[in-house]
């Protein structure tokens, strides 16, 4: 066999298996956000003294990566104010949250009930500090609608671009024996890495939020769909 057809039958391969575990992101790709980020960002901004028109595009860039993460590298490093600026963040987000500023994406959940009714277990994760997305879980009353939500706390404390978060749910629910069964989904670039970097075998991602599809296939995307709502399909189509 041919090394091109050694690659051509192991990417068949991948593709076949079945994915049983699904890590979904919130804000964007579940979870309709509308704005909040970067009007949260605004009030964090301000709060330290910053000028927000001089990091808008760092952080329209670095959407899905941990919040943290991005304070720290648009204030120079300064852990204090870096700090700060999150929890001014955190706290202008939930207040936009609490004044029911934010809602499901359309079919969302029930494309979170028809990939639970085909046997697969849904993780959802965020960039956002584990009250942030406790707020947004109750703010949509979906508490109960899966068995696990992950920030970056939850995994060491990297967010995207790094695979932690997928790894955490690999290892925490056991619902798959290998990365490959994984399927990742995602409306940012950064959800497109982390799939990637954690070996999943079917990266997703959607156009309902921050990034266009050029995006999304330059840092990994398998497929790109309009919407969450197609991926039931999609993966029993890669399965078949």
């Known amino acids: 066999m041919t090394s091109t057809n050694t690659h051509t039958a192991k990417h068949t391969a991948k593709h076949m298996a079945k994915h049983d575990l ?3 992101d919130m804000a964007g790709t579940t979870v309709a956000d509308d704005g909040l980020v970067e009007q949260a960002f605004t009030v964090a901004a301000e ?3 910053e000028d927000p028109a001089t990091m808008i595009d760092h952080v329209r860039a670095t959407m899905g990566e941990s919040k943290i993460s991005v304070f720290r590298h648009l204030l ?8 700060q600026a999150n929890l001014a963040f955190e706290e202008a987000y939930g207040e936009l949250v609490a004044d029911g500023r934010i809602a499901p994406l359309p079919g969302a959940a029930e494309t979170i009930a028809t990939l639970k009714e085909q046997g697969r277990t849904v993780v959802l994760t965020t960039g956002f500090a584990r009250v942030t997305q406790d707020a947004i879980l109750d703010a949509l009353g979906w508490r109960d609608l ?6 970056p706390a939850d995994a060491g ?3 995207r671009p790094y695979p932690d978060m997928v790894l955490a ?4 629910t056991g619902a798959v024996d290998d990365v490959r069964r994984i399927a990742v989904a995602g409306d940012t670039s950064y959800d497109m890495l982390s799939g990637v970097r954690a070996g999943a075998g079917i990266v ?8 266009g599809e ?3 296939a330059e840092h990994g995307a398998d497929r790109v769909l309009p919407s969450i709502a197609g991926l039931p399909a999609l993966l029993r189509e890669c399965e078949a």
């Open 22 to 24: 699904v890590v979904l």
């Open 47 to 49: 709060r330290v003294g």
């Open 76 to 83: 120079g490093g300064d852990e204090d104010r870096a700090r």
């Open 146 to 151: 899966v068995g696990l939500t992950l920030c």
């Open 157 to 159: 404390g990297r967010g």
């Open 169 to 172: 749910a690999f290892l925490r």
């Open 204 to 211: 997703t991602g959607v156009l309902t939020g921050a990034h």
């Open 214 to 216: 050029a995006a999304l």
